[in-house]
T-cell receptor, first 107, second 115 residues
Framework: GQSLEQPSEVTAVEGAIVQINCTYQTSGFYGLSWYQQHDGGAPTFLSYNALDGLEETGRFSSFLSRSDSYGYLLLQELQMKDSASYFCAVNTDKLIFGTGTRLQVFP | KAGVTQTPRYLIKTRGQQVTLSCSPISGHRSVSWYQQTPGQGLQFLFEYFSETQRNKGNFPGRFSGRQFSNSRSEMNVSTLELGDSALYLC??????????????FGPGTRLTVL
C-alpha cells in the first residue's frame, strides 16, 4: 500500500525555523504537495515538488528526494499564525495524504 | 474568483438516515474530489468526478456515492449512516488536468455528526 509518515507534533518559537519531514512508501507518483490546515478550516495548498530538489515560496520551502523516499517542508521566520496542521500528500490520480503534523508556535 | 463552497456547513443525523452534501467548485474547474477527514484515519480520498463521470474511487463502501452535474457542481450521498461516518467531509476542485499534477483547492467542509 501507499503510506506517508510525518511527526505528529512540532513546537517552535516565533522567528525560528522549523522543518517538517515526510517519509513515504509509494511509487509511481507525479509529485509531492504540502497543505496547511488551521483548526476548523480547509486545507490550503502551500507547495508542490514535481522534481527532486528545493522549491521556495516566500517563507516556505519544500524539498523532495525520490531516491530517499523523503521530503520536507521548511518554514522560516515563524509567526504565530503559522500554528496549524501541515500535511504532505503524493499526487497520483488522487491525493494521498500523510498523517499530518501539528505545529505550535510560541511567542 | 469565488472559492469552493460547500453546503451545509454542519449537519446532525441519526444512525440509519441518509445525507446529501453539496459542493460548488471554483468557476472553470471541471474536477471535484471528495475527502473524509477524521482524527483517527486522517484525510482519505472518497472519489473524484470529472465531466459528470466518476474518474477515481477510494476504498469506501457502496453507501458512499456521488454525482456531478453539467455545471460541475457535485453532490455526495451517504446512505444508512453509521456512527463511524461522523467526520469532516471536504470537497476539492481543480482544473482536472491529466497526470495528477493539478493543484486542488479545498472547500470549508461539511461537519457531519451521526448520533
Amino acid at each position: 500500500g501507499q503510506s506517508l509518515e510525518q511527526p505528529s507534533e512540532v513546537t517552535a518559537v516565533e522567528g525560528a525555523i522549523v522543518q517538517i519531514n515526510c517519509t513515504y512508501q509509494t511509487s509511481g507518483f507525479y509529485g509531492l504537495s504540502w497543505y496547511q490546515q488551521h483548526d476548523g478550516g480547509a486545507p490550503t495548498f502551500l507547495s508542490y515538488n514535481a522534481l527532486d530538489g528545493l522549491e521556495e515560496t516566500g517563507r516556505f520551502s519544500s524539498f523532495l528526494s525520490r531516491s530517499d523516499s523523503y521530503g520536507y517542508l521548511l518554514l522560516q521566520e515563524l509567526q504565530m499564525k503559522d500554528s496549524a496542521s501541515y500535511f504532505c500528500a503524493v499526487n497520483t490520480d488522487k491525493l494521498i495524504f500523510g498523517t499530518g503534523t501539528r505545529l505550535q508556535v510560541f511567542p | 474568483k469565488a472559492g469552493v463552497t460547500q453546503t451545509p456547513r454542519y449537519l446532525i443525523k441519526t444512525r440509519g438516515q441518509q445525507v446529501t452534501l453539496s459542493c460548488s467548485p471554483i468557476s472553470g474547474h471541471r474536477s471535484v474530489s471528495w475527502y473524509q477527514q477524521t482524527p483517527g484515519q486522517g484525510l482519505q480520498f472518497l472519489f473524484e468526478y470529472f465531466s459528470e463521470t466518476q474518474r477515481n474511487k477510494g476504498n469506501f463502501p457502496g453507501r458512499f456515492s456521488g454525482r456531478q452535474f453539467s455545471n460541475s457542481r457535485s453532490e455526495m450521498n451517504v446512505s444508512t449512516l453509521e456512527l463511524g461516518d461522523s467526520a469532516l467531509y471536504l470537497c476539492a476542485s481543480s482544473m482536472g488536468l491529466a497526470g495528477g499534477s493539478d493543484t486542488q483547492y479545498f472547500g470549508p467542509g461539511t461537519r457531519l455528526t451521526v448520533l
